[in-house]
């Protein structure tokens, strides 16, 4: 595993947004760049529809 993220990408994200399949895709293709889910997700509702929050961390960053 590279010590660093690809591409300039920092080690902690919160990936938010609409909780619909566009949102489970940019999940799934952090944890397919190597990052790791950081505690639980989080969700609300704004009135709309609901919005979900996950934040990933890069392994090497764990101390």
Request: hydrophobic share 40%; proline share 8%; aromatic share 10%.
């Amino acid at each position: 595993m590279q010590k660093l993220p690809p591409n300039g990408l920092p080690r902690y994200r919160i990936l938010t947004g609409k909780d619909d399949d566009a949102f489970c895709h940019r999940v799934s293709e952090a944890l397919d760049l190597g990052y790791q889910l950081y505690g639980s997700p989080a969700a609300t509702f704004n009135g709309e529809h609901v919005v979900v929050a996950q934040a990933i961390l890069w392994p090497e960053s764990r101390a």
